[in-house]
């Protein structure tokens, strides 16, 4: 995260929405972004809604279920 830290100098929000066929792995990669570690992961129904505050970025991250 401290790339996406350096990209921004100012407080900012971003949007990312990931979407991809079923059993992709979208949810693992987003939770590995977010938490720092894989973890046993269920699938997505619907959309699952993330926000992660870093010191100068607001992640607003959308997972769409296949």
Not at 24 to 53: Q, R
Request: glycine letters at 10%; one cysteine or more.
């Amino acid at each position: 995260m401290s790339l996406l830290q350096r990209l921004f100098k100012k407080k900012k929000q971003a949007n990312i929405t990931i979407c991809g066929l079923e059993k992709a792995g979208k949810n693992s990669v987003l939770n590995y972004l977010i938490y720092g570690e894989s973890k046993t992961t269920i699938p997505t129904i619907g959309i699952n809604l993330d926000t992660n505050n870093l010191p100068k970025l607001d992640l607003v991250i959308h997972d769409l279920g296949g």
